[in-house]
C-alpha cells in the first residue's frame, strides 16, 4: 500500500512539474510571438513617420535621427526575442530521472537523488 502512495505521489509530482514546464514554454512562445508581431508594427510605424517628415518639411532632414530611433527600438525588441528563443530551447533540453525530476539534459548525476544517467 506504501507503495501505492509512493508511485501517486511521485507521479503527482511529476505531472506538476510538466505542466510548469509547459505552461513556461507556453508563455516564453507567447511572449516571443507577441515581440516579433510588434517588431512588425515599428517597422511599420518607422516608414510612415518617415514619411510623415518628409510631408511637413518637405526634407529629410529629421530621417538620420527617426531611423536611428526606431533601429535602437527594434534592435532591442530583437534581442528579447533571441533571449525568449535561447529560454525555450533550454527549457527542451532537459531529462527526467527516475525520482520524478527533471534536470537539464547535460546532467550526469541527479542533483536530487544522485542517480548516474
Ligand atoms: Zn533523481
Request: hydrophobic share 25%; with cysteine.
Given at each position: ?11 503527482i ?12 514554454v ?9 515581440t ?82
Open positions: 500500500m506504501n507503495e501505492f502512495f509512493g508511485k501517486l505521489k511521485t507521479g509530482k511529476n505531472t506538476g512539474i510538466n505542466v510548469k514546464k509547459t505552461v513556461d507556453s508563455s516564453f512562445r507567447l511572449k516571443a510571438g507577441r516579433r508581431a510588434e517588431i512588425e508594427e515599428e517597422y511599420y510605424n518607422f516608414g510612415k513617420r518617415i514619411f510623415e517628415n518628409y510631408q511637413n518639411t518637405k526634407g529629410f532632414q529629421e530621417v538620420e535621427t527617426v531611423a536611428e530611433e526606431f533601429c535602437r527600438k527594434i534592435e532591442g525588441m530583437q534581442n528579447e526575442v533571441s533571449s525568449l528563443d535561447a529560454k525555450i530551447q533550454e527549457k527542451k533540453k532537459r531529462k527526467k530521472c527516475p525520482c520524478g525530476e527533471t534536470v537539464p539534459s547535460n546532467t550526469k548525476f541527479c542533483p536530487f537523488c544522485g542517480h548516474k544517467f
